[in-house]
């Protein structure tokens, strides 16, 4: 059976006045039922660009797929009609979006935005529909829905409006829910509420999940495989635990160490990765990550690969992820690693 | 070891009016209400806490961006809230900002250069051949080109911003920088690269700074004492690795409790004991302990009196009628 969506090798190009903007520029996941895939990244990465190809949400033109494709159920998203990627947008896939307050209509009735998808893609009346709404605004922890459906979002904190968000995307129970840093607006109380809440419904519906999100202990709690994406490129994908224990890919190493650590005494300084991100407009030759890594060797601008599978499931885009020599220079480095190694031990 | 600023119940409250066409008062947002800490020369004292609690408030009355309603706030030796005139604006020479969004604090249609030189300009310092100078070694100082005098704002990523922004505030020589989420408008790879530049400033020039932030890992990071706020009021201080070690207030845990750990290890075999509810309104708050109406372990004295700060052993202060009751 092909996996519930596939994106193979996508390609999304913006052609502006002042250029090609390479905003995604090759990345590929599978992704199945019941699983949730974490991609991190910094701004400007490409994540969100991936999530709203995936939606059908870029505008074509400026917007270009020059490459690749994205499958869900076997079937490609990108040959549909557009009546066709209609059934399935906020139907089989939902969206949740960062930020409540400019997502949701500030002029309708909460319940009517939640009813409106139910509306559309099931054929349900309006009576039904907003009942099947309250019900909704109930199932993701509103308090006295009946009542707060007939709210505007204006009258929600942003923690209740960030519900009525994922009530929404779940009204027609999508087998696909996107999440585009859903909790980055959020204090850590309410984050935590709300991640609790799409666990807690994942294990219910059985959905799968993509969490775009810059945070790593956010992945870490919620995502069972992990993309790492960086200007605009997959650089490395592969379970959580594989990903944060056994990386394969220099910026994943530097993210990692960038975080500061509590469990070691030594309050040494931070190691951050050197230098900015790059422009997607001059992307450099090459690995687009070379410039700021530690590692880097001439050979590094010669064209790039890709993804490739270095062991099962743990794919790479780094040219040396299959040298031991290569990674034991961080291995040795990292006191990220050798903590881990000995708390294992311990 | 003698504090560099030392604040007494400091206290502002905002008036809400019924609307515009009404001179009614509405009672009040009670933003910071009677908060007490003092910062150590060269130290630096983080302040936690969620959207809404006062941390920014907070930092705005020290140098009297807001009229504190009442309450002392003593800044090396000088009472700050009698200060007038020309004698504030030099005060205000002592204590500078940084802020949270290095794309709004930044004047888009003013170069590098003039936004550094503009605090010596207001303060009548130098001419303009020695403000340039001084613009392009404090550049260089925060780790970009001295030659990026003459260039816009829009042309750097927000990394480099925010380090323009920290020069601006080292211009006048402060003793004081109150940082106001410094990082968290920015990535995490370069969160660490301005984190570390702040460390550096500080050694250098014998900076103090307060530190506000809702990230707890960065206030663990840095600072040497915190402070949590909860709804303008103070539910605990202590010295930073005591706090985070051994979190007394309910809010405090729960705030610790609430942070998501980049371990999966971790995360798979932790069950994050949430805090349920949201912050309620600071507009007329109930009496009593403001976090009594989130808190599990409230009891009727929570919702009457209102708790004080008192040390539960070796200078670790919480605010909480439970923590100090017999049978805590």
Redesign the interface.
């Known amino acids: 059976m092909p996996p519930l969506l596939e994106v193979d090798d996508l390609h999304m190009h913006f052609f502006t006045r002042d250029g090609v903007v390479k905003a995604v520029d090759g990345v590929s996941f599978t992704l199945e039922h019941g699983q949730t895939l974490g991609v991190v990244g910094?701004?400007g990465s490409g994540k969100s660009v991936t999530a709203l190809s995936i939606m059908r949400l870029i505008p074509e033109p400026p917007g270009k797929v020059v490459k690749g494709d994205i499958r869900f159920k076997g079937e490609s998203i990108l040959a549909m009609s557009e009546r066709e990627q209609r059934g399935l947008r906020g139907n089989r896939i939902a969206m949740i979006f960062q930020d409540p307050m400019t997502s949701l209509n500030p002029v309708h009735r909460v319940g009517r935005q939640i009813a409106e998808p139910l509306r559309l893609h099931k054929d349900m009346d309006r009576k039904a529909a907003w009942a099947a709404a309250v019900e909704l605004l109930a199932e993701v922890g509103i308090p006295q829905a009946r009542e707060r459906a007939r709210g505007y979002p204006h009258e929600f904190?942003g923690?209740?409006r960030q519900r009525a968000m994922i009530a929404m995307a779940l009204a027609c129970g999508p087998d696909i829910l996107i999440a585009d840093e859903p909790t980055t607006a959020l204090?850590?109380?309410?984050?935590?509420?709300i991640?609790?809440l799409m666990q807690e419904i994942q294990q219910r519906t059985k959905s799968a999940i993509i969490l775009i999100t810059?945070?790593?202990?956010?992945?870490?709690?919620?995502?069972d495989n992990i993309l790492v994406m960086y200007g605009g490129k997959a650089v490395e994908f592969g379970a959580?635990?594989d990903v944060?224990?056994r990386p394969l890919h220099p910026y994943t190493w530097?993210?990692?160490e960038?975080?500061?650590r509590?469990d070691v005494d030594d309050?040494g300084?931070?190691?951050?990765?050197?230098g900015?991100?790059p422009s997607l407009i001059n992307l450099p030759p090459g690995c687009s990550f070379a410039p700021r890594c530690a590692y880097a060797t001439r050979s590094c601008g010669d064209e790039q690969a890709g993804l490739v599978e270095m062991e099962p499931g743990h794919f790479s885009s780094c040219r040396f992820a299959g040298d031991a020599g290569f990674l034991a220079q961080f291995e040795n480095r990292s006191s990220y690693l050798s903590d881990?190694a000995q708390r294992d031990s311990q | 070891m003698t504090s560099l600023l030392r604040v007494d119940g400091l206290t502002k409250h905002f008036p809400v009016s019924h609307g515009v066409f009404s001179s009614r008062l509405g009672g009040s947002v009670k933003a910071v209400d009677g908060i007490s800490f003092a910062i150590g020369r060269g130290e630096t004292l983080g302040l936690v806490g969620e959207s809404g609690c006062g941390k920014s408030t907070t930092g705005r009355c020290i140098n009297r961006l807001h009229e504190p309603s009442s309450g002392s706030i003593e800044f090396d030796g000088t009472d700050v809230r009698r200060l007038r005139g020309r004698r504030l604006k030099a005060f205000r020479r002592d204590v500078q900002f940084i802020f949270q969004d290095p794309y709004a604090s930044l004047n888009p249609r003013m170069t590098f250069g003039e936004i550094m030189a503009e605090p010596l300009v207001i303060h009548g310092i130098g001419s303009r051949r020695e403000r340039q100078e001084q613009a392009k070694d404090m550049l260089k100082t925060v780790g970009l080109n001295p030659e990026h005098i003459h260039r816009y704002p829009h042309e750097f990523s927000g990394g480099q911003r925010q380090r323009v922004g920290i020069a601006r505030a080292l211009m006048l020589r402060p003793k004081m920088i109150i940082c106001d989420e410094p990082v968290s408008a920015l990535d995490v790879s370069i969160q660490a690269q301005i984190i570390n530049l702040l460390e550096e400033l500080q050694e250098e020039f014998g900076l103090t700074y307060l530190f506000i932030a809702h990230d707890l890992s960065m206030i663990r990071y840095i600072s040497d004492d915190t402070i949590v706020m909860y709804l303008g009021t103070l539910v605990e201080k202590s010295e930073t690795e005591e706090l985070f070690e051994n979190p007394l207030h309910p809010y405090t845990i729960g705030l610790l409790e609430a942070v998501p750990i980049a371990d999966p290890d971790y995360e798979k075999s932790h069950k994050h004991d949430l805090l349920s509810g949201e912050v309620p309104s600071p507009i007329n708050p109930a009496p009593g302990c403001r976090f009594s109406s989130r808190c599990k372990f409230a009891k009727e004295i929570c919702r009457k009196e209102t708790p004080v700060l008192k040390d539960a052993g070796g200078g670790h202060m919480v605010a909480c009628h439970m923590v100090h009751s017999e049978e805590w």
Do not use: R
């Open positions: 910094e701004s904190s923690g209740m204090d850590v109380t309410i984050q935590a509420q991640l609790e810059h945070d790593l202990g956010v992945v870490a709690d919620m995502a959580a635990d944060f224990y530097g993210l990692l960038s975080l500061p509590h309050k300084a931070l190691s951050p990765i050197k900015q991100p881990y």
